[in-house]
């Protein structure tokens, strides 16, 4: 079995394709079930992640079998229409190596940016609380991260990084040339949402409107605090916005074309931006069809000119570095524990076939060169522990040594 992982990206998709492939909660537990009705053994654990940029799968199984498992992963979500040419498949070092280089925003399309590293994490730590991560898989998901860590720290790698959340400030400050003179509506009021509107605050636009699917307290400063409206008061909201940036987990949009198209009757043609930092998005697309209505999706706005993009490509270079020799690293100490682990089982498996009079005989006259002896020439069919052939090629002293101390803590 091995590391392996599978998904699509800015790099092979764009955000029409993206938003078809998500990876959420509820639908990694029916996947769980699912996968291993189908593959049984073969698959030891598996978690997604989905963000802005990407949807990926990492899982630890049998050698290949991640091509085997896509498409039992598109039926399950019945996707139907996203091309196989926009996946990619990677295993062993290379997967790792990804897992890291995503984690550490060296994979993002903002170089270097911040909030992937949480976003990592937060997907990890949900796929434990919900107990489909095995105990390999979180072996190298744990080793990402701290791996992560290291590149992050040791270089430059986020020097001026923009955030998602930094993006959609810099295309506002773009626009407008008084941004804080405009009335702002944020859709969503998660931790992306949180982060535009404190973005937004610490610039000095503070004329901020915010909808939710639930009433929520959004508190930046002791004297700085919005309450969201609810989802109800979102077409009445968008008649004064005169910047819309919305980032709601929803499967269909919020704001459709006819909803812009009231509200711009209202406010007399006077133009709207529109961000949507969804995926899947919470805007439709014919709203760029509207004259006075200037919508940018998380694709447009991640392509905005970003600063010391040339230092930070070759602080990723030395994060790379850091990231290919750790990974290499913590593989080959896992194969070495792995190896080890298999041994102690087959030794274990043998000495537990013999009955309790033979194992005090050897125990007192502790004489094991026999048993050494029957380790070496015994034939065993078991693929499960590789027909016994790893304690049967290590050398006698050092399976004697393993024999006493058998004993010893017997």
Do not use: W
């Amino acid at each position: 079995m091995e590391l392996q992982l599978f998904g699509i990206n800015h790099k092979t998709s764009n955000v029409s394709e993206r938003e078809k492939f998500i990876i959420n909660e509820s639908n990694q537990i029916l996947l769980d079930i699912h996968l291993k009705e189908v593959f049984k053994d073969s698959i030891e654990s598996f978690y997604g992640i989905s963000t802005c940029n990407r949807t990926e799968l990492y899982l630890f199984g049998a050698k290949n079998i991640s091509k085997e498992i896509l498409p039992e992963v598109l039926n399950a979500l019945n996707i139907k229409d996203i091309s196989n040419e926009s996946f990619y498949f990677l295993s062993g070092h290379d997967a790792l190596v990804h897992m890291c280089k995503v984690s550490s925003g060296i994979d993002s399309q903002v170089l270097g940016e911040q909030e992937i590293f949480g976003q990592f994490k937060i997907a990890y730590k949900k796929a434990k609380e919900i107990n489909i991560v095995g105990k390999n898989l979180s072996y190298f998901s744990e080793k990402a991260i701290q791996i992560s860590k290291k590149a992050r720290s040791e270089t430059n790698i986020g020097l001026n990084s923009l955030s998602v959340s930094g993006l959609a400030l810099k295309l506002v400050r773009n626009i407008f040339e008084n941004p804080h003179e405009q009335n702002v509506l944020v859709v969503g009021a998660g931790s992306l949402a949180q982060n535009v509107i404190e973005n937004l605050y610490k610039k000095g636009i503070n004329k901020i409107k915010s909808v939710n699917r639930t009433i929520r307290k959004i508190k930046l400063h002791n004297s700085y605090e919005i309450v969201s409206a609810s989802l109800d008061a979102l077409y009445g909201q968008l008649e004064n916005a005169d910047i819309v940036i919305a980032s709601s987990s929803t499967e269909l949009p919020l704001i459709g074309k006819g909803a812009i198209e009231n509200a711009l009757q209202i406010r007399r043609n006077k133009p709207m931006l529109l961000i949507d930092l969804g995926v899947p998005r919470n805007i439709e697309e014919e709203i760029r069809n509207i004259e006075q209505a200037y919508l940018f999706s998380i694709d447009d706005i991640e392509k905005i000119t970003q600063e010391n993009f040339g230092q930070r490509t070759i602080e990723a270079e030395k994060a790379m570095n850091i990231i290919a020799l750790e990974a290499q690293e913590a593989l080959d100490s896992y194969s070495k524990k792995s190896s080890k682990d298999d041994i102690n089982t087959q030794l274990e498996t043998f000495l537990s076939a013999l009955s309790d009079q033979e194992l005090d005989q050897f125990k007192v006259s502790k004489d094991f060169s026999e048993l050494v002896k029957a380790i070496k020439t015994m034939t065993v069919e078991d693929s499960a522990l590789n027909n016994f052939q790893d304690i049967k090629n290590i050398e006698d002293h050092v399976i004697t040594s393993m024999i006493k101390r058998f004993f010893d803590n017997a």
